[in-house]
DNA sequence: TTGAAAGCGCTAACAG
DNA sequence: CTGTTAGCGCTTTCAA
């Protein structure tokens, strides 16, 4: 049989609310009888169970973390990340892939929320934002890392998707690039980067061509799909270099080109955004607009845990600053 | 405030006892009365609280995953199977990882234990086993994921690391080289994946020499570090072919032998294992011995809620087939 | 068919 | 400084 608190108060002597006070830390008493129960507590391996801890009102302890899809490089960096920071508070994760998929969005939030979690992180992307209206409601904190909605109000940890883009945009032009091609995914953050991109490029002159926008959904396979459905123009006018949205479209793009026999950076530049582990095993190295994914999934960690202690809802916004880190696609 | 079982019983007209029923579809009752709790459920949009009920000995509903880190592309890949079948079962599943550091592994069976966690899976690889004895002696139910110690007595999902060996070296073989090296982890499965290549070897009549195994920890820059290792002995004797324990090493050794200017194939062979996707990334794409990641995760899962169902030990031993998926890099 | 009541293990007033 | 006790929300006999 488990050991109890009143196991362990027996047999130190004492009631279990004193126990409860040495294993909070909580009250005062002569340092003679925490000394003992404390050594009971040792000798007879006590653990507390904090599921009755989290019954009596103290929490559990626990996040839930939703994702696209956590074995996806990028969201399992960010999750590690998080995972680390949250440990460091005492806090566990409960990892949720959701999928795009309206379905378990539905069901793992119910879950959760049956679960007791102490917050919610949704980063990303989430379709049914309904859903997270009513939890919000219910007062469930949350924090939304690399998601931008602004229909809600929450606490938001974001990169400055305007600025990658723009720098994407302007690395490119410096390299002589003059026509180039951008495929996005139908986010809000695609948007932006979009959106900054065009500005640089603008701001130089060029000509910014709706048509030169493709759009799909994160997957190599998809970037490579992109990447045939732009040169199957055989246009005399095909791009001289690629701005993908992220790293995986940028990695299919790199494969449809090889398989072409094109030459990288010189045929065709490309250049990313994530800066995952994936930018880093390509030949030549994928050139990339990093995110502080570390300093990113900290800072959401803090205000997700400010939120909990002070139990009432607090709305901030951090931007983080993208960098571009330069390899051999560019 | 929160809506309790209570509200739920007064509203519809009957006792705490017969919602618990309802919920849980045990005991029976008049049709009509099951209706009309159901509708009042509905109604006050009743979430039960699986804390308490956990409280009542109907376990939390969730295991505990310990993998050496959850960032790395194959555990990642695991972790989503795992996700998937666990939730199919109505298991949540808690992320760790360990990074090989005892205090790590302490700290998080610890906690995982005082959240009263229905079960553990343990991937991969593992430094205290002391720790894993404690909780099986305390009938905590495990299950070894791609990860076997023969000193533990718990279920275990492996793939043939043997054969696995055994089919890169053939493969090697077949290819015309027969002078190779071989990049290993220092753990159990990378031995039986080098005794597997060796008896490949042998039994084709070629000597294998222990000073063409090099020992390192999985990363893209230890395999990079021991190509360097290998290829600094500028003899005459260099090895036409390369067998790397896991992906991560076999890029490294790919990046090592680019930047040397050498030809892949051509100049050097290079075999990785897991079949991650790093494994499509590359160009050329890796060759590499492939496990039934989604088979493998959905047996342990099936073994450790069969376990933790019928509440009593079961030690069984899953052995998976590995494939050899072959790319451009042999 | 339904309900009363005793827990599950811990916490937090409150009293002594 | 320490203990008594009433919950937290749900489940489960056992009676009725």
Known sequence: MKVTIYEVAKEAGVSTATVSKVINNTGNMREETRKRVLSVIKEMNYQP????????GKGTQTLGLLVPDISNPFFS??????????????????????????????????????????????????QDTNLLKDIINQGFPIVMLAYDDSTIEVSKVTIDDFKGGYEAASHLYAKGHRNMAIIAEHTNSSNLRIYGYRVALEGRGIEFLDENVYRTTASIDNGKASFDEIFQKENEGSPTAIFACNDLLAIG??????ERGMNIPGDLAIIGFDNTILATTTVPGLTT??????EMAEKTVELIITEIKQKKKVVKRVLFNPELISRGTT
Chains 1, 2 share one sequence.
């Not at 169970?49 to 009596?56: C, H, K, P, Q």
């Open 289 to 294: 607009i990093s995110q502080p994914i570390a």
């Open 77 to 126: 960096a960010m999750a590690r990340q998080i995972e680390d920071y949250a440990d460091a508070q005492g806090m566990s994760v409960i990892m949720c892939s959701m999928d795009g998929n309206i379905e378990k969005e539905r069901k793992y939030i119910e879950l959760l929320r049956r679960k007791q979690v102490d917050g919610f992180i949704i980063a990303s992307s989430f």
């Open 49 to 56: 169970n904090l599921v009755a801890s989290a019954l009596t």
């Open 253 to 258: 793009v790199i494969q449809g080109a090889t």
